[in-house]
């Protein structure tokens, strides 16, 4: 199939765009807290990349050039098949098609390819989706070593990820006291392994009978924190022969000194607190706690270990933490993340995809009502009642306008999840840019 040949006009219209783009890249970095942008382009040339290189740095901005190549045609025709021909490119073509004329545009760009080999510059090259990996290390920093730490741990097999809340405790809620799940907590316990196992059987089904293999399911695998409430709650699932791991990094959010305060003592005595938790809910942490930020950074090898994971995981946490490790697979901005809510009466269900990830929600049927409300919404600093359902008192807001899509609700989003934290640099870090582009893309 013949490939066309881009005219001046578009050429120049291309040229335009991307200089837009490297300006949003500037605003961003220098004027929005941006720590790591992304700049994803083929940039084939060494020339090319060169020049890119040397206009960043007149900009104070590190370069990380990252190249994936692929010589495995298996891995390349399931890439095409599963990822490129959903692109907005081919609405309405016929699969086969498609799949041809995408083939024939990667083998129109290989003659004026250059891999990367240009010495004075900082590059990762991933060979086969991670069977190998070249560094030419000028001037690394910590972020730069933490990417390529972070992409050792990728992989490209398919896994369901489950979120579910802990079970309601016996005693009254408190972070300090640490305390064992109630009867209720462990009727709770209960219906929702039943929930999640029902529904793994019935995705099993239902592939079956549209004409998919019949193979057993993954292996589930159920981490929880160390937190007696939620290792109880996959007490039910563990007699059932489910391996479950107790992970410390899976605690909740530290609320402070704010443990058990009512918003309207919080207003009282902490009004300059108040004024800078609602400026940055995302950021700002009261006197003794943790902010959402301080969570993220603790749950980053639980991060990294979930890339890594091959087999279905179910993580059984605080509300606090599911927010974050949501906000990282669906790729949600920093300043919705405290308003994630996740209602006891259902699982969420997050499918990876290479452009989209999908969230959906399994129902848990026949649950008291009052073990079913989450954190309560629309209060500048929702802090429940210590007796409340929904866990430790938390200083979080949960007025913030709801760009990522809320959790339970069927829906598609961009999988990207390097766009959700937008964190000041930390001392010495500086501004980096990562400069991302495929051999065969």
């Known amino acids: 199939m013949p490939v066309s040949v881009a005219s001046a006009k578009s050429m120049l219209l291309r040229q335009k765009i991307l200089k837009k783009c490297r300006e949003d890249i500037y605003h961003f970095l220098n004027h929005e807290n941006g720590q790591i942008a992304i700049y994803d382009a083929v940039n084939p040339t060494a020339a090319g990349r060169r020049s890119l290189a040397i206009e960043f740095g007149e900009q104070d901005v590190e370069t990380v050039f990252i190249e994936s190549a692929c010589t495995d045609e298996r891995i390349i025709e399931e890439n095409v098949r599963s990822v490129k021909i959903s692109s907005p490119d081919y609405v309405g073509w ?102 999640i196992l029902q529904h793994r059987d019935g995705e099993r089904q239902g592939l079956i009978d549209r004409g998919g293999p019949d193979v057993p399911l993954k292996p589930l695998k159920i981490w929880t924190s160390t937190r007696r409430r939620t290792v109880e709650t996959a007490d039910w699932l563990y007699d059932q022969g489910y391996s479950v791991r107790q992970r410390t990094q899976l605690s909740q959010l530290n609320p402070g000194v704010c443990e058990k305060m009512s918003e309207r003592r919080i207003r009282a005595e902490m009004p300059e607190e108040v004024a800078k938790h609602e400026a940055d809910p995302y950021h700002h942490r009261y006197p003794r706690a943790e902010s959402y930020h301080d969570l993220a950074v603790r749950l980053e090898p639980i991060i990294l270990e979930l890339e890594r994971q091959q ?54 049927p026949d649950l008291p009502p009052e073990l079913i409300p989450s954190s309560p919404e629309d209060l500048a600093i929702p802090v429940p009642p210590s007796e409340g359902p929904s866990g430790t008192a938390t200083p979080m807001v949960l007025g913030t306008p709801r760009i990522c899509p809320k959790p339970g609700t069927p829906h598609i989003t961009m999988t990207s999840p390097r766009n959700g934290y937008s964190t000041p640099p930390g001392p010495g870090e500086g501004s980096l840019l990562l400069v991302e582009r495929a051999l065969r893309d």
Request: glycine share 4%.
């Open 94 to 195: 016929k699969s086969e098609d498609a799949v041809k004329h995408y083939l024939s545009r990667m083998s129109a760009k290989i003659p004026h390819f250059e891999t990367m080999e240009e010495s004075e510059l900082n590059y990762i090259k991933m060979f086969n989706a991670g069977e190998r990996i070249t560094i030419n290390n000028c001037t690394f920093g910590y972020l730069s070593h933490r990417i390529v730490f972070y992409l050792l741990n990728l992989h490209i097999k398919s896994r369901h990820t489950y979120f579910a809340r802990a079970g309601t405790s016996r005693e009254e809620d408190s972070y300090k006291t640490d305390a064992r799940l109630s009867d209720q907590g462990r009727l709770y316990a209960e219906k929702m392994g039943r929930a």
């Open 311 to 364: 087999d279905d995981l179910l993580i059984i946490a605080h509300e606090s933490v599911l927010r974050v490790l949501y906000g990282y697979l669906m790729a949600c901005n920093a300043t919705d993340i405290p308003s994630l809510s996740f209602p006891r009466n259902e699982i969420i269900e997050i499918i990876p995809a290479s452009y989209n990830n999908e969230a959906t929600s399994i129902p848990i």
